[in-house]
């Protein structure tokens, strides 16, 4: 076999040969973190004297292998610091450091040879070392990650925040490359190349969009997932803190205040689920059916203005009509402002979200009936149909799907629909009880008193549910009504 | 026989249809009337002199005109223009970035047969049903050094899958003819998405930006979370605001001087609060005509994908 099988012809004539480039990308990943490993080993000395970091100090580690599993520090503010090392977990981490070096070695060994002879088998085999390497790093991550023991210092206490292994993000980083590398050397074949290159300016139009969304989107989701069974403290940091397994889920589910809360989320919820479907299916019907085209579009005008308020406005002006010499408190003969009145909250809460959204909520309704025959209409009216019959046989049935899809969806987000952001600014010193849903709960506790492990459990059993919830729905609706959210 | 005239009467103006219409016609009014009413009482109370707004302050006509409470508004606080400042910034940069970014992986996904293409949208869409929560979120900002920053208003907003997702579509109803003479003309991918696919996707990108601009103007919830409250001078208008309006119920509240009448004064913070409620909403309201245009296009591409 020789090269031109694997090889691309280029323009101009010569030969580039894929192979080639296969094969050093694997030498190139080994040698990089070779290096990383044994020289930041080195330099990263002094940040050792303050947090044990065992994974990534390679001759410290080595040190420690032959001198019988004692590691020492001096740190400032801890003073001396002892580390006796597991037996096991020493050798772990000692071919942990030493994997770099023999990766280098066998993937040079396979380059030379692949070069040499040009046999496709080669390429193959040194992915799959790669491979390898990605699963093993992925292991000692795990390893580190679940068998990391706390270090004592110089009176024997256990010091929580210093611990014998971190988790680096390293052996991480180290696995996706490795395994990069070797599903590139492995899928890469001369057309992909050709096609890989055709496409590189949309894959650069992606790249930061793709790093916002792995920073701002998938970073937390991932922070979410550790911290939820762990017991954060602040001054521990996220990977020292200790993991309580599902004690923070436990603590959700039997504590019934917590219970209280995800009642209290479900109740305005559908609270808000009716109140944002009917009012505004009334004044699409009406608009709809108004026969006078100018008064339409004011009204339409109108009433998609509140939408566009904030909700601080919104209670701002809830505030002017519903202060002890407000307007409405005078009409209803209210002693104290039915604000801060605990029978009065919900339904202040959700006739100011009614408020708000009535007019917006018309227009998907709107759009849909504007795809309905006038004639319809017009044989109907011959045939005697009067408007109640019209609006039950033909206005309703052509926005019916419509109607279920967006009531289908809206209790797929029955956990997040609650609305956080009005209750919190609504809320007041009587009424708090009522507006403590997940979302404001998540400020009030889970922020202000620093609950992060079981603030993070909460938000994770939302947003998991939540998916639940919204694809159980979406398959319903696209079953029921043939619409679906993708 | 004269029976037969009131019938033919009650026939002609008092039948179904008539009625029907009578009842639609008096419902949108209601409520249209409804939707303007607290604003124009808002407006009315803004501009009227304290001692001349009561509780028989029914129709929103001020009594007596007084800017004062607009003077007030803008001398007291040190921080209101700054505020101003704040708002302004984060919707004009967070808008143009959000847009662009959105449209530049909307567009990317829009070329034909792009290996990765599908794993992406099940990204988007994951990423639409499951986010990382607000504890996570505060703490990834914490470690970018977000918090105390301005940026923290932008950077976090840029990115939001759903506008990606409608773009695209919306990118997709782009006849791909014109793309392919273009590439025959030579026009590389950068050109083709400044020059082309950019101009012609206008309406969507504009009820994007309307969305983006509103949620923007709107937010305080961020500012809450990730700003201090020593940095007042970080603070978006929305955000000043809020912590006014408490602050003035709070004066109301203690009634720290027996001696001025309670209720004057409280009138007086009344007429504060709206001033300021005004000067927050106005520039939303200057802009919803130029808005209007666009955004029920764009409602009703958010809310139907097929």
């Known amino acids: 076999m020789t090269g031109s099988v694997l090889a691309l012809k280029r323009a101009d004539g010569k030969e580039f040969s894929v192979t080639m480039a296969k094969s050093f990308i694997g030498v190139a990943v080994a040698a990089v973190f070779t290096v990383l490993v044994l020289f930041v080993g080195v330099i990263s000395k002094d940040s050792a004297a303050i947090s044990v970091k065992g994974t990534f100090n390679g001759i410290d580690l080595l040190r420690a292998l032959f001198s019988g599993g004692d590691l020492s520090y001096y740190g400032e503010g801890i003073g001396e610091l002892t580390v006796t ?9 000692a071919i942990g450091v030493l994997f770099f070096p023999a990766l280098l070695v066998t993937e040079t060994v396979l380059c030379v040879l692949t070069l040499r002879y040009e046999r496709k088998g080669l390429v193959r085999a040194a992915s799959i070392v790669s491979l390898a390497g990605a699963l093993w790093c992925v292991i000692v991550y795990l390893v580190f990650l679940f068998a990391g023991t706390p270090a004592e210092d110089i009176t024997g206490e256990a010091k929580e925040a210093y611990r014998v292994f971190q988790p680096e993000i390293f052996w991480l980083i180290a696995a996706l490359f490795l395994a990069l590398s070797a599903l590139i050397r ?12 055709r496409y590189l300016p949309s894959y650069l139009f992606m790249v930061v969009p793709l790093i916002l969304i792995a920073v701002f989107s998938l970073y937390p989701i991932l922070l979410q997932f550790i911290l939820s069974f762990k017991d954060f403290k602040l001054g521990d940091g996220l990977f020292n803190s200790v993991w309580n397994g599902g004690k923070n889920f436990k603590s959700i589910f039997a504590d019934p205040t917590m219970l209280k809360v995800i009642g209290n989320t479900l109740y305005i919820s559908l609270l808000r689920l009716v109140a944002g479907t009917i009012p505004p299916l009334l004044l699409s019907i009406f608009l709809y059916d108004l026969s006078m ?7 339409q005008t109108i009433v998609y203005i509140p939408h566009f308020f904030s909700w601080v406005i919104i209670y701002s002006i809830a505030s002017a009509f519903l202060n002890e010499e407000g307007l409405i408190s005078i009409l209803l003969h209210t002693s104290m402002s039915p604000l801060n009145d605990p029978d009065w909250f919900l339904t202040i809460v959700i006739v100011t979200s009614i408020w708000k959204e009535l007019g917006w909520g018309t227009i998907l309704y709107m759009a849909a009936l504007s795809g309905v025959q006038p004639e319809l209409y017009e044989a109907a009216k011959l045939d005697g149909a009067g408007p109640w019959q019209r609006i039950v046989h033909i206005t309703l049935p052509s926005i019916a799907s419509i109607i279920i899809y967006l009531l289908i969806i809206n209790l797929g987000n029955i956990l997040k629909s609650a609305g956080g952001e009005q209750l919190l600014l609504f809320y007041g010193a009587l009424t708090k009880d009522k507006a403590t849903v997940i979302d404001t709960w998540l400020v009030w506790t889970g922020m202000q008193q620093l609950e992060y492990g079981i603030g993070a459990a909460m938000s994770f059993f939302q947003s ?23 | 026989m004269k029976n037969e005239k009131t019938k033919n009467f009650f026939r002609k103006y008092f039948n179904g249809e008539r009625v029907y219409q009578a009842i639609c016609f008096t419902c949108c009014i209601l409520i249209a009337a409804a939707c303007l009413y607290p604003l124009l009482y808002t ?7 304290p001692e001349r707004i009561n509780y028989h302050f029914v129709l929103p006509i001020p009594m007596q005109f007084s800017l004062n409470a607009y003077k007030q508004v803008f001398t007291v606080g040190n921080y209101i223009w700054r505020a101003i400042g704040v708002s302004v910034f984060r919707t004009v940069v967070g808008t143009v970035l959000s847009v662009v970014v959105c449209a530049m992986l909307a567009y990317a996904l829009t070329r034909k047969d792009l290996p990765g293409k599908k794993p992406i949208m099940y990204l988007l869409i994951f990423v639409i049903l499951f986010q990382g929560g607000l504890i996570p979120t505060f703490l990834v900002m914490k470690e970018l050094n977000l918090l105390d920053n301005i940026w923290v208003y932008v950077l976090p907003n840029i990115m939001n899958a759903w506008n990606v997702i409608i773009i695209k579509q919306s990118m997709e109803g782009i006849p791909r003819e014109i793309e392919e003479s273009a590439a025959l003309d030579g026009v590389n991918d950068l050109q083709n998405f400044t020059l082309m696919i950019l101009p012609m996707s206008k309406p969507v990108l504009a009820a994007m930006a309307i969305f983006s601009l509103v949620g923007q103007w709107n937010s305080w919830f961020d500012a809450m979370i990730y700003i201090s409250s020593t940095r007042a001078d970080l603070w978006p208008l929305q955000y000043y605001a809020t912590i006014s309006l408490n602050n003035l119920n709070q004066i109301n509240a203690n009634k720290p001087n027996p001696e001025v009448n309670n209720f004057t004064m409280m009138m007086e913070n009344m007429s504060i609060k709206m001033a300021l409620t005004v000067v927050t909403t106005l520039p939303v309201l200057i802009a919803y005509p130029f808005f209007q245009k666009y955004f029920t296009k764009g409602v009703y591409l958010g809310a139907v994908k097929d």
């Open chain 1, 293 to 299: 085209r100018r008064t339409k579009r004011v009204v």
């Open chain 1, 186 to 197: 492995y899928a890469i074949t001369a057309e992909k190349m050709k096609k890989l290159k």
């Open chain 2, 43 to 49: 407006l009315a109370v803004s501009v009227c002199a």
């Open chain 1, 464 to 486: 998991a549910i939540g998916m639940l919830l919204v694809f159980l729905c979406n398959s319903a609706s696209k079953k029921m009504t043939g619409i679906g959210m993708w």
């Open chain 1, 85 to 93: 090392m597991p037996t096991a977990l020493n050798a772990v981490a």
